[in-house]
């Protein structure tokens, strides 16, 4: 065929040699209706589409055959055989008005194969390039030519998103991407070892790997000197107070939500705590204690006592007020049945009802507590909780030693009321405490932990109580 890839114009006086290639106007282009490809592309394809072809033109021609009509025929139009989603890319830049709806198309006439076939054999025999090659590819661009992720992103039509996770994993150790390549690690596992882009780190870990190969472990692996972001002290200090302080935070690009690691766990830790030890000095500024301190951990070894406060009965007059507040909340109650609902307004009102109930009885440490006490801020996991009422041992209340009794003094050498020569039931457990050494005090205090301890242990239901109600 001597016009076989002759570059002629298209015209409507006669269609061209099977094999031509011809420049065909965009607005004559039509979709074959023997296209084996019945699912549309996608808006993302397409979209890729033309951002490729703006940057490098169309590199594959589309097929086409002449439209011929109902006496046989050319019409002037020609069906895409192969390339309607090149077709519609270009539709797509006519519209943003990037080309002209006339823009000469290059394509290649065939007549001489069956449509619906080629157009089949042109979706199935189709080899994608392995990811390992793509992914160093988009590596090698952004070091070759210098080009930002955007800019990568904007001429092959993808999100700068997705560019940095290619170029990411384009750079993992050659070790990890030959054993990729050979199928001995999986697209998840390589994204778990790239979340650090340290070669020997990552070789390691996998030299490391048993049986449990998963991608939370690697990952985990590959981050346990460092803090995840999910963690209480860094969402109680956050990432702008850390990376103020010179702290660094590791992204992880393949996450949904963009989670990272702190890496300096260290410098997290006493950022923290300064934080929380400020909190704690508001506090006890405010509320008058004698010490706060700020912890990370509730400080379960403090070897204080604690005392707690007592609710404040109100006066008459505030009872009175109660009652009615009372009534009113038993009605507004008593007027919805059982499968009924409250009303926006009843809510609203049993909701004020409530704040004020508990206002009118409020709660109040002792003075005497609160002036040789203080108060612990601890770090939760939502967020700081307060403490209060604990007395350390060398700031507990010293008895006068001129009314303190005596106990060599007694006749009986006992600790009792007058006229009670056994003391049964009276004695100040407190004052009997005292005449005990502080060694064996601790001694026994001791002891009676570790049996507090063991009973808890042999009741499962009583030690998860018991945590709960801390």
């Known amino acids: 065929m001597t016009a076989a890839f002759e570059t002629i114009p298209a015209t409507e006086a006669g269609a061209p040699e099977h094999g031509a290639v011809v420049f065909i106007p965009l607005n004559r282009l039509k979709k074959s209706p023997r296209n084996a490809r019945k699912t549309p592309h996608s808006a993302a394809d397409i979209e890729a589409l033309a951002a490729s072809t703006r940057e490098k033109g169309i590199l594959q021609p589309p097929v086409v055959e002449p439209e011929l009509g109902p006496d046989g025929q050319p019409t002037g139009y020609y069906l895409v055989t192969i390339g309607e989603g090149r ?33 089949l054999d042109e979706n199935v025999t189709r080899f994608a390039m392995h990811p ?11 070091e070759s030519k210098g080009w930002s992720a955007e800019e990568i992103g904007a ?36 994204m778990a070892f790239a979340v650090s882009e340290d070669h020997a780190r990552q070789e390691q870990v996998f030299a490391d790997l048993s049986w449990n190969r998963s991608p939370v472990f690697i990952r985990r692996m590959m981050t346990e000197h460092e803090v995840e972001a999910a963690d209480r002290r860094a969402r109680y200090l956050g990432v702008e107070a850390y990376e103020a302080a010179g702290g660094r935070v590791r992204r992880d690009l393949f996450s949904e ?46 070897g204080c006592r604690r005392v707690y406060p007592r609710v404040v009965e109100p006066d008459v007059e505030t009872q009175a007020r109660l009652d009615v507040l009372a009534e009113e909340y038993d009605a507004i109650v ?57 007395i350390r041992p060398e ?21 009792g009321n007058e006229g009670d020569a056994h003391g049964d039931d009276t004695v100040d457990r407190t004052e009997t405490r005292k005449t005990l050494s502080e060694r064996l005090v601790a001694d026994l205090t001791a002891h009676r932990t570790a049996a507090l301890r063991d009973a808890l242990a042999e009741q499962p239901r009583m030690a998860f109580l018991a945590a709960l109600h801390a």
């Not at 390992?132 to 952004?142: K, S």
């Not at 092959?156 to 560019?163: E, H, Y």
Request: aromatic content about 6%.
């Open 257 to 302: 939500d963009g989670q990272g690691w702190f890496e300096d766990a260290a410098l997290l830790d006493r950022l923290a705590l300064d934080r929380l030890a400020n909190e704690a000095e508001a506090v006890r500024a405010a509320e008058g204690w004698l010490w706060a301190e700020g912890r990370l951990d509730f400080p379960h070894d403090h």
């Open 334 to 390: 008593a007027s919805c049945g059982e499968d009924e609902v409250l009303s926006e307004a009843q809510d609203a009102r049993l909701t004020v009802i409530d704040a004020e109930l508990a206002a009118a009885r409020p709660e109040r440490y002792d003075p005497d507590a609160v002036a040789r006490g203080g108060l612990f801020v601890v770090l939760g996991q939502d967020g700081p909780r307060i403490e209060r009422g604990f």
């Open 132 to 142: 390992a090659d793509q992914f160093e590819a988009f590596r090698d661009l952004a």
């Open 155 to 190: 001429r092959f039509g993808v999100s700068p998103a997705l560019v940095r996770r290619r170029m990411r994993l384009g750079a993992v150790s050659p070790a990890l991407m030959a054993a990729y390549r050979t199928e001995d690690l999986t697209l998840d596992q390589l």
């Open 87 to 119: 077709r519609l890319s270009q539709l797509l830049r006519a519209k943003r008005k990037q080309i002209k709806r006339t823009q000469p198309i290059r394509c290649v006439i065939d007549t001489a194969h069956d449509a619906f076939e080629i157009s």
């Open 395 to 415: 700031d507990e209340a010293q008895a006068d030693p001129e009314t303190e009794p005596n106990v060599g003094d007694h006749p009986d050498g006992d600790v």
